[in-house]
């Protein structure tokens, strides 16, 4: 399973950017997908997730700011970040649980990582 992630750059302060991630290779379903951003220093944090149905979760630091989508039949997701701020400068990573076959435990992939970097 491979996951790539696109979209990420430099942006002003109160800017917006999309970052998508589209997983491909041996695949029978992917179950929840979703980002996590990990600033020089800090932990790996999650930003957003979201389920196989659509149902959300966000970090506090974000709601309000960034919406998760998801394209099940793409196998894609999305993030949509409106309003940044410096504070969200990080290197952003794609995450999904994967069943490879109908009876596999389900397995953990990362992206490559995108830098975001916002500008004050």
């Known amino acids: 399973v491979q996951l790539q992630a696109s979209g990420g750059g430099l942006v002003q302060a109160g800017g917006s950017l999309k970052l998508s991630c589209t997983a491909s290779?041996?695949?029978?379903?992917?179950?929840?997908m979703g980002w996590y951003r990990q600033a020089p220093g800090s932990q790996r944090d999650l930003v957003a997730s979201?389920?196989?149905?659509?149902?959300?979760n966000y970090a506090d630091s974000v709601k309000g700011r960034f919406t998760i989508s998801r394209d099940n039949a793409k196998n894609t997701v999305y993030l949509q970040m409106n309003s940044l701020q410096p504070d969200d400068t990080a290197v952003y990573y794609c995450n999904a649980r994967v069943l490879l076959q109908r009876w596999s435990t389900q397995t953990n992939w990362w992206g490559q990582g995108t830098q975001v970097t916002v500008s004050s």
């Open positions: 979201v389920t196989t149905g659509g149902s959300t």
């Open positions: 290779g041996t695949i029978f379903k992917i179950n929840d």
